[in-house]
């Protein structure tokens, strides 16, 4: 174990019970909020077990979340638009704390890398993970102000 493994272990210990806890209990809005916040989490832990393991294939893993991770919870809020609309989510400070989260995991990555295109895959993974996680948050809390429901 070394400590890519054991920051790897903290982050699923501190984050994964609380998104769990929020999924399957209370209203609507935090269980769409921590829907969202275990996507962004689950891939920093992909990256640090990847660089742990030394297996890049969970580098690959952690591209695939990235992606399709807020769109699954801009699928959520498309569908549940009116639920949502009547008791909107603001969780901004668990969101920016995963998106910190996950900048920092991709800088320490990106250190320890070096410059390479695996270097460039990392940054890659970083824009998505936390522009995919501001905009499914924005989403969920209504959107843009002054825009028209599609």
Not at 12 to 38: D, E, K
Not at 101 to 114: H, P, Q, R, Y
Request: glycine share 14%; hydrophobic share 55%.
């Amino acid at each position: 174990m070394n400590g890519w493994t054991v920051a790897a272990t903290a982050a699923l210990a501190g984050g994964v019970g609380a998104t769990v806890w929020g999924v399957a209990t209370g209203p609507l809005r935090r269980r769409v909020v921590a829907q969202n916040l275990a996507t962004s989490l689950a891939c920093p832990v992909l990256l640090l077990l990847a660089q742990g393991h030394g297996r890049p294939s969970y580098v690959d893993l952690a591209l695939v979340l990235a992606l399709l991770g807020p769109v699954g919870t801009l699928v959520f809020a498309r569908l549940l638009v009116e639920e949502l609309e009547k008791d909107p989510p603001r969780a901004w400070g668990p969101t920016y704390a995963v998106a910190g989260f996950g900048a920092a995991v991709v800088v320490a990555l990106c250190v320890s890398t070096g410059p390479s295109r695996a270097m460039a895959k990392l940054l890659v993974i970083g824009a998505l993970l936390i522009g995919g996680n501001l905009v499914a948050s924005r989403a969920l809390s209504g959107g843009v102000a002054g825009s028209g429901r599609g």
